[in-house]
């Protein structure tokens, strides 16, 4: 509690933070499991894939890649070896950029990614959005706003 | 769009899911981004001290012990092989339980956590709560308390 007020937050504030967490370790856990069991597929292989599938080109640069989902780069690494030994992604060099690989999403990474898609968006919806009410689903939009792009 | 209305999901719903996502990333990025720098301590590590510093005995099982983390089973395991490793971490069995080994906080381990903590509580303040005011962080809870251990 001294270490808390000695960084200025209150005990309640954490608390608030510590939610946060569990409210994702527990959808996360569920996505995963669905996604484990109807497609033998990983969530953060999903991540990936659908990651690809909505950048232009369907393709992004490793580091872009990294940011945009929880992997370390060296998790991310080995992630894409593993979806690239299984044909749903592969790498190509970019031919007027020499900052590195890109990751390709392929036809096969495509249509794995649309089998699974309805597993996610049904694990989604009964996990997330079925425990909200609506003009809970509208404020929480707008708080997370505020945390997920801050101005 | 088809498929979202197939999944009885719409557009904002699923927008809300993907900005807690974009969310939890961006300020889990800042405090192992923190942690790497002053503590050269990663973010998993990190949470996996401080849920055994907060368990009777600063042990818990490795089934429970990845319950709490957002981390795969095996994952869990080379993690805490590094832990162990650098002595943060031993491992023990039960007398009287056949279920597996516990993971034990070790006094170097708690000293370990002590010390990165201040970092830790700085990351939260800094990237969560002070984008927040006071009367969202209390919606905030509302609704994520809904979501962390739905009833």
């Known amino acids: 509690m001294t270490l ?3 960084e200025g937050l209150t005990a309640e504030e954490l608390a ?6 569990r409210a994702q370790v527990r959808v996360t856990r569920h996505l995963e ?3 484990l069991v109807a497609h033998d597929l990983p969530l953060a292989s999903y991540d990936v ?16 890649l990294a940011d945009r989902v929880l992997l370390s780069r060296s998790g991310l690494t080995r992630l894409i070896d593993r979806l690239q030994r299984d044909g749903l992604v592969s790498r190509e060099a970019c031919a007027h950029d020499a ?3 890109f ?3 392929t036809d096969l990474g495509a249509a794995r990614l649309s089998e699974a898609t309805p597993t996610y968006l049904r694990g989604v919806k009964s996990q997330f959005i079925d425990l909200l009410a609506p003009d ?4 929480m939009r707008t708080l997370l706003a ?5 101005s």
């Not at 608030?16 to 967490?21: D, F, I, P, S, T």
């Not at 505020?146 to 801050?150: G, H, I, S």
């Open 103 to 105: 990751a390709v999403l």
């Open 16 to 21: 608030v933070w510590r939610m946060l967490q």
């Open 33 to 35: 499991s669905d996604l």
């Open 136 to 139: 809970e689903i509208a404020r």
């Open 146 to 150: 505020r945390l997920a792009e801050p």
């Open 4 to 6: 808390l007020r000695d």
């Open 49 to 64: 894939l659908m990651q690809l599938a909505e950048a232009p080109g369907r393709r992004l640069r490793m580091n872009d």
């Open 99 to 101: 900052r590195g690989l």
